[in-house]
Structures are given as structure tokens and as C-alpha cells.
Nanobody, 114 residues
Framework: QVQVVESGGGLVQPGGSLRLSCTGS??????MAWYRQAPGRQRELVAQ???????QYADSVKGRFSISEDTIKNTAYLQMNSLKPEDTATYYC??????????WGQGTQVTVSS
């Protein structure tokens, strides 16, 4: 069974930090991306990384978020700093494996509030 699992969400005050983890299993992943979706809004791409290669970010998180990867562990991390209330959303991981298929995680909630 191929799956990806997110973890690391929680409640944090504005200006705080969180680190999300996304781990794939059952296959070999080479691209992982983080998306987020707030109530009443469309799911949007936050950041993505090609394992061992390039990474890119949405303009809204540049300079605050950093995505990294561990190829051996099939894991991608999203370090989120200087969090704002506007970052509040459910964060989803999407991983693409070497068979050309993509898989969604169940989501992890990030709430930024004082």
C-alpha cells in the first residue's frame, strides 16, 4: 500500500514556528509538495521539492518557509517561520513516485492565532 502521512501541525501564536513532516511509504518518491486549504478557499500550492534538485515556493511564503527532503527516508519537511494568521489552514502533502502516480496525505491542521 502506497501512502503519504503528514505530521507536525498544531496551534501557534503569530510570529511562531512549526515544522511539518511528510513521509511516503510503499514506493520511491522523487517529488513532494505541500498544499494548504483554508475554509471556503481553494487548495493552493505552498512549496515543492524535487528530491536532490530544485525547490520552489509560493510568493506568499517566500522568505518564511523552507522545504527540504531526505531521499533515504522518503520524507519532505516544511519549516514554517514567522507564521501569520493568514497561514491558518489544513496542510496537505502530495508525493509523486517513480511509477508516475501521486498520493495525497490526510492533512494536518495549522492554526495561527493569539
Amino acid at each position: 500500500q502506497v501512502q503519504v502521512v503528514e505530521s507536525g501541525g498544531g496551534l501557534v501564536q503569530p510570529g511562531g514556528s512549526l515544522r511539518l513532516s511528510c513521509t511516503g511509504s510503499g514506493s520511491v518518491f522523487y517529488v513532494m509538495a505541500w498544499y494548504r486549504q483554508a475554509p471556503g478557499r481553494q487548495r493552493e500550492l505552498v512549496a515543492q521539492v524535487w528530491f536532490g534538485g530544485n525547490r520552489q515556493y509560493a510568493d506568499s511564503v517566500k522568505g518564511r518557509f523552507s522545504i527540504s527532503e531526505d531521499t533515504i527516508k522518503n520524507t519532505a519537511y516544511l519549516q514554517m517561520n514567522s507564521l501569520k494568521p493568514e497561514d491558518t489552514a489544513t496542510y496537505y502533502c502530495n508525493g509523486r513516485d517513480t511509477d508516475g502516480r501521486s498520493y495525497w496525505g490526510q492533512g494536518t491542521q495549522v492554526t495561527v492565532s493569539s
